[in-house]
């Protein structure tokens, strides 16, 4: 047996849905740069979803369904009041909101296309208002009702803090939820892959997603970016403390990727709006410990900065908190989930490697009480 250790180069599938091809991204054929330059994330999602751009009328319909399975039922609100302790992580909130919100759901384990499409408009609908309700209901605050008369993106941000965010801030927003709609087989959209090529549902396959982005290795890194970020406090401190790191063999959050070996073509858009963000906010410093971290890394190591490392200093501009960054990549993820979801459903074989064996040889079994 050759092993391949994390599936490097292997091929699991084939998809239609976004590729990578010598360092460049695209949607169903549609370059990231074109679409974070002009898209809205609502054509991104029917984009990933139909592998076309929608015209006018296919828009309104997917915008007028978003707006009409955004609220959610009243239990998986109130389930956030009942946490035993109040550090839950709002991953692991979204995690268990989500598998909640299967049991609400009539449709749940009904396995037919146009099920399953429902299921996916409900999830990309209800995932904002999670995020947002959880955020606000562990602060003592009342949830926000979605409006369906304000942008994806400014509905997320209305939602979030009650007041209907900046045009500035909701241009920001959608370009950020367009950049990390859909990924190939990065590892959560192969974990849903895996999960539903079982025929388990679509909520199952979205559960085990988030479970997968969680990770610091992966989704969790933005997070993590803006932990050390706030660690190194200023400039000055960059060279020290990134060379310290380095040195002991310790990896830098938001730097690396296991396909872009030149770069990923998603970090240029987000440091773009770091360094407008940040001196919009008059906190450039953030923009400048980033750019003075790239530069040390880069010189270091052929390691370029990835989608996870500019998107901390840009979340952290628009006064979200640093624990809600990897549930927003979780916002926009779902889009490309659940594209991956519907078309494993379409084309599906169990996915089923194997393991080469490194435990103990042969043994013979010896009752309990003759063991030493
Ligand atoms: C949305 C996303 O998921 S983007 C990725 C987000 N994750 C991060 O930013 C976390 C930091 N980065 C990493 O851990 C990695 O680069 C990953 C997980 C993204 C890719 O991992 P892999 O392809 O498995 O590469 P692997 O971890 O084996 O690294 C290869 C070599 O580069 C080094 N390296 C990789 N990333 C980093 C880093 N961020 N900082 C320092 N060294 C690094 C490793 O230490 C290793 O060195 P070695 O050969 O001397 O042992
Ligand atoms: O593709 C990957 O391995 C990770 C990544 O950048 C993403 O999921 O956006």
């Known amino acids: 047996m050759t092993v391949t250790k994390g599936l490097e180069g292997v091929v699991a599938t084939t998809s239609s849905v976004s590729s990578i091809i ?3 991204l695209t949607y169903a054929g549609y370059n990231i740069d074109e679409l974070a330059e002009h898209a809205s994330f609502e054509e991104v999602i029917y984009l990933l979803w139909h592998r076309k751009l929608p015209n006018q009328k296919e828009l309104a319909e997917l915008v007028e369904l978003l707006g009409e399975n955004a609220s959610l039922p009243e239990e998986v609100l109130n389930h956030f009041k009942t946490y035993p302790i109040n ?25 037919n296309n146009d099920a399953n499409y429902r299921k996916a408009v409900r999830l990309q609908a209800k995932i904002p208002t999670i995020v947002t309700a959880f955020s606000r209901v562990r602060k003592g605050l009342e949830p926000v009702a979605p409006r369906k008369d ?17 045009a500035i801030a909701e241009e920001a927003f959608n370009k950020a939820l367009v950049l990390h709609a859909d990924h190939e087989l990065n590892a959560s959209t192969f974990t849903a892959r895996v999960c539903v090529a079982t025929l388990s549902d679509v909520y199952s396959g979205v559960t085990s997603a ?5 990770g610091p290795l992966h989704g969790g890194a933005n997070e993590a970016v803006m932990k050390m970020l706030t660690e190194i406090g200023s400039v000055e401190n960059v060279e020290p403390y990134i060379l310290d790191k380095l040195n002991n063999k310790e990896k830098i959050m938001g730097f690396g990727h296991r396909v872009y070996r030149k770069g990923d073509p998603r970090a240029k858009h987000l440091k773009a709006m770091s360094e407008k963000l940040t001196n919009l906010t008059g906190e450039p410093k953030w923009y400048e410990m980033s750019t003075r971290i790239e530069e040390i ?3 270091s190591k052929p390691l370029p900065p990835n989608v996870d490392f500019y998107s901390a200093s840009v979340y952290h501009s628009l006064g979200i908190d640093h624990d809600l960054f990897t549930p927003i990549f979780a916002v926009s ?22 393991a080469e064996y490194s435990g103990p040889g042969k043994q013979v079994y010896v009752p309990i009480d003759k063991r030493g």
């Open 297 to 299: 890394v880069t010189t």
């Open 333 to 354: 993820r779902v889009s490309g989930w659940l594209a991956h979801i519907l078309e494993q459903y379409d084309n599906n074989r169990l996915i089923r490697p194997r």
């Open 22 to 24: 010598d360092d460049t």
């Open 87 to 111: 550090n839950v992580h709002p991953m692991a909130a979204l995690r268990s909101a989500v598998s909640l919100l299967s049991l609400y759901d009539e449709e749940a384990d009904v396995m």
């Open 150 to 166: 304000l942008s994806f993106a400014s509905n997320f941000l209305y939602m979030l803090s009650g007041e209907e965010p900046t």
């Open 210 to 214: 988030i479970g997968a982005l969680k």
